[in-house]
């Protein structure tokens, strides 16, 4: 087991910085159906001084709160497929994992450039494809149970290596690959990124990548701003909903590449700013 990395002093952690990356993580969650990790990670490591590797586990610990806020606000409305869901969280709690256990050990420019290709890729198509708005469920036959099985493993990998919380892949591929409606695809990707983050935080503490206190406070500045977003998407325009979420792509995907430029030579060990708690 890896050792704890030292204890922050409270004047080491920028407080402020790390409530305001907390209040827009939770409304890019809220919003796009996505853990905040977008947000939370470069927020963390920008502004408050976080290590590459301790941000993004710090990241998944935050997603706790943000998500169950968050898909508090789809599930009062209907909007969470809890079939669809059970399934990917099933593969997503192997995902993630998986994705922890990489962390400790590699840096991963080339999944992540990878990745960005594949978040510009999705966008392309949810402007381009007409997919603003599915036209619902596709049956459950065994390859369909397959594909969430793999989309879930897929999503927790990144979650757990990437700590973010899914949703990024989760949500464009319910919407173009299975059908769901835009805003179904993103309350049913907050309820899989719950358990997700859950075990990523688990995963994370053992070996020491997460700052447990900063975490929280960053969740807790979330909830409420995850809960109103949740609200005003409800009622978005599906087409607008889409071009915003593929917005949110690029940004992801542009976010990506700067990291993996930069992730080459990054400290194993936080110096003076660990886990805080």
């Known amino acids: 087991m890896a050792p704890h990395p030292p204890t922050a002093r409270p004047g ?23 853990g905040g990790g977008i947000v939370i990670v470069p927020a963390l490591a920008l502004l408050a001084g976080f290590p590459p590797k301790l941000a993004t586990g710090t990241s998944l610990t935050a997603i706790v709160p943000i998500s169950l806020a968050g898909a508090a606000g789809y599930a009062t409305a209907g909007e969470v497929d ?27 420019p080339a999944l992540q450039l990878g990745f960005a290709a594949l978040m510009v890729a999705a966008a392309v198509r ?14 459950l036959d065994p390859g369909g149970v397959v594909a969430l099985l793999a989309l879930g493993l897929g999503a927790g990998v990144l979650a757990g290596l990437l700590g973010v919380g899914g949703g990024i ?11 769901l409606p835009l805003v179904l695809a993103k309350g049913t990707s907050l309820a899989v990124i719950i358990p997700t983050a859950i075990v990523g935080t688990m995963r994370n503490r053992s070996s020491g990548l997460t700052a447990l206190r900063p975490g929280l406070v960053v969740g807790g500045a979330g909830v409420a701003t995850a809960l109103a977003a949740s609200q005003l998407s409800l009622d978005l325009d599906p087409d607008l909903s889409a071009a915003l979420f593929a917005g949110l792509l690029v940004v992801g995907a542009a976010r990506l590449v700067a990291t993996a430029r930069a992730d ?7 110096a003076g700013l660990g886990s805080a708690d």
Request: proline fraction near 5%; aromatic fraction near 8%.
């Open 126 to 139: 949810l402007v381009a494809g007409g997919e603003a708005d599915g036209a619902g469920h596709l049956d």
């Open 82 to 108: 809890l079939g669809y869901g059970l399934l990917i969280a099933a593969g997503a709690l192997a995902g993630a994992v998986l994705g922890t256990r990489w962390l400790r050990t590699i840096s991963g």
């Open 169 to 179: 892949v989760i949500v464009p591929a319910l919407t173009i690959a299975f059908g």
């Open 12 to 34: 080491e952690v920028p407080w402020g910085r790390v409530v305001a990356a907390g209040l827009l993580a939770g409304f890019t969650s809220g919003l796009f159906g996505v």
């Open 264 to 270: 080459d030579g990054e400290p194993e060990t936080p």
